[in-house]
């Protein structure tokens, strides 16, 4: 546990020190192209991920790679922690969020985010959320980027399912975007606000991409991602150690059937 608490400290003051280097990075670089100064805020998300691989050991597999599409597509994730918002920058091209305004308060990391050409909604204010969603995304699918969505919205505990939202559904069909599904595990070994980041392999699924089509609507769409990715869940939970209990069991018995 000592170990455990070290790592997780060297990997804190890493993060400490290099945010404000990088943040600097993206302030000079505002004037230059999106695609230019997008280096540096992928670099920070890679540093930290290298250290949580390599100092924490915090490791991850990703299967169906091969469903990857080759053209800028909505990217429909699970959200159980802070590490997918690193890692799928690794897994996927180039990308943008879709992220509530109150991050851009944050210090430094909000500001640099704000660099980054998010997607920034107001949640309170649904109407103008989605409204915003359709005309920055577009913009951004101009650019060339990928959108990253959690349609969930905010983080689950491991188990648990929040409310899917249209919007990332509404962009594929309005944009004509494949809209790929991802399930992951990672809130069983970084739970939502932790200090503590624990050792282990988080293992990341993605999807066939759904194609948007005539004769099918964004609740469709939505309906057969939640449903995908809630399938997957099922069957890769339960192996950290911050798994949710009924997984926990499932995975037991069939370790001992086997």
């Known amino acids: 546990m000592i170990s455990l608490w070290i790592r997780n400290l060297l990997y804190w003051l890493v993060l400490i020190v290099i945010t404000p280097l990088f943040f600097c990075c993206l302030l000079l670089a505002a004037p230059l192209p999106r695609r230019t100064r997008h280096v540096f805020g992928v670099s920070w998300a890679l540093t930290l991920l290298w250290m949580l691989e390599n100092v924490i050991g915090l490791k991850y597999k990703v299967l169906g790679a091969h469903n990857i599409p080759t053209e800028p597509s909505v990217i429909c994730s699970k959200h159980q922690s802070g590490w997918e918002t690193l890692s799928l920058q690794k897994i996927f091209p180039w990308q943008v969020y879709v992220a509530k305004r109150e991050l851009a308060w944050i210090p430094l990391f909000g500001w640099g985010l704000v660099l980054m050409n998010p997607i920034m909604i107001n949640r309170s204010d649904r109407s103008r959320a989605n409204q915003r969603l359709l005309e920055q995304g577009l913009e951004r699918k101009r650019h060339g980027f990928w959108i990253t969505v959690f349609p969930e919205g905010t983080r689950t505990k491991p188990g648990r399912v929040g409310k899917y939202k249209l919007g990332a559904a509404r962009m594929a069909k309005q944009f004509d975007m494949p809209m790929v599904p991802v399930a992951h595990n990672a809130g069983e070994f970084w739970p939502r606000n932790a ?32 449903a995908w990715i809630e399938a997957r869940q099922r069957e890769i939970g339960g192996v950290g150690p911050f798994a949710d209990p009924d997984e926990k069991r499932q995975r037991l018995a069939q370790t001992a059937a086997a």
């Open 195 to 226: 200090f503590l980041k624990y050792p282990g392999e988080i293992t990341v699924v993605v999807g066939p991409a759904i194609r948007p089509a005539d004769d099918v609507g964004p609740e469709a769409m939505m309906a057969e991602a939640e």
